[in-house]
């Protein structure tokens, strides 16, 4: 230093600012959030480049419900509105439920599964990526359907902004109920499409898609309480024909906690299946 500008004595050191205690806690937690949600997102990306495409994807997440649909409404007095309704709430939970059965045991028996549970992610946001493939598909396929029923039969939606919540939430729970049945250790997906069509063609029975919550019976409409495609279908008819029965708030939270839910067998059994070997 010059002459004049020398301290007498040592300079004390810069302030240095620092980050402590709870602030630095949460910076790491939404830096390891962000982390997790990258990763799953990659998952999600990469599931849907490689298997959208697949025979059997396409097959029963795409062909399923729209022959399923027409199969049950051919020759019926049904609006156009009405149908619509149906055939949303019929896309979003056979099309959501298919990715988790087909693709994780496929992965399994070509040994690329493997390499997902080794890389540094949680267990929980493998889950949530795979959730993510059935929901995507879901959301593509429900908005064709929406598409040709608005463009082509005049529907109009009575709340547009509650179609896209219902789409999108019964997206993810169907998704995630997918996944329990894509975590059974096997590498066959025949093994697992089995018994993940028996509930769906259980469910769609009871859950007032063919015969309306208001024409059924105590006994019947309290077994349909318990089917979360019941909740779809009245958010359907709440969000396209403007009337539903039950509380639209009401199927917004059980198809919100019926997700998170079905992700607890899926964790369960996927440490089961890792014990076993698969």
């Given at each position: 230093?010059?002459?004049?500008?020398?301290?007498?004595?040592?300079?004390?050191?810069?302030?240095?600012?620092?980050v402590e205690g709870p602030v630095l806690s949460q910076i790491e937690g939404l830096l390891r959030l962000q982390d997790e949600l990258a990763q799953a997102w990659t998952v999600a990306v990469k599931d849907v480049k490689v298997y959208y495409l697949k025979p059997?994807?396409?097959m029963l997440g795409f062909m399923t419900p729209f022959f399923l649909f027409f199969s049950f409404s051919v020759r019926r007095e049904m609006a156009a509105a009405q149908g619509v309704a149906r055939l949303l709430a019929l896309t979003i939970f056979f099309t959501a439920a298919a990715a988790g059965p087909f693709i994780i045991p496929l992965e399994r028996r070509l040994g690329t599964y493997d390499r997902?549970?080794?890389?540094?992610?949680?267990?929980?946001?493998?889950?949530?990526?795979?959730?993510?493939?059935?929901?995507?598909?879901?959301?593509?396929?429900?908005?064709?359907?929406l598409t040709v029923g608005v463009m082509a039969f005049g529907v109009s939606i009575a709340q547009p902004w509650l179609l896209a919540a219902s789409v999108l939430l019964g997206s993810f729970s169907f998704s995630a109920l997918g996944l329990i049945f894509g975590s059974i250790p096997t590498r066959n997906p025949g093994e697992v499409q089995?018994?993940?069509?028996?509930?769906?063609?259980?469910?769609?029975?009871i859950s007032g898609?063919?015969?309306?919550?208001?024409?059924?019976?105590?006994?019947?409409?309290?077994?349909?309480?318990?089917?979360?495609?019941?909740?779809?279908?009245?958010?359907?008819?709440?969000?396209?024909?403007?009337?539903?029965?039950?509380?639209?708030?009401?199927?917004?939270?059980?198809?919100?906690?019926?997700?998170?839910?079905?992700?607890?067998?899926?964790?369960?059994?996927?440490?089961?299946?890792?014990?076993?070997?698969?």
């Open positions: 230093m010059k002459e004049g500008l020398q301290c007498p004595e040592p300079c004390p050191e810069p302030r240095r600012r620092t059997g994807m396409i997902l549970l080794a890389a540094p992610m949680s267990l929980l946001t493998l889950l949530l990526g795979k959730a993510s493939v059935g929901a995507f598909f879901a959301v593509a396929v429900s908005a064709v359907a089995m018994p993940s069509l028996l509930l769906r063609w259980g469910l769609l029975f898609v063919f015969i309306p919550l208001a024409e059924m019976g105590a006994m019947a409409r309290a077994v349909a309480c318990l089917s979360p495609l019941t909740y779809a279908q009245d958010l359907m008819n709440h969000a396209v024909l403007g009337v539903g029965l039950l509380n639209p708030w009401l199927d917004l939270a059980m198809l919100l906690v019926g997700g998170v839910l079905f992700l607890i067998p899926s964790m369960l059994m996927h440490r089961r299946s890792r014990q076993l070997g698969y």
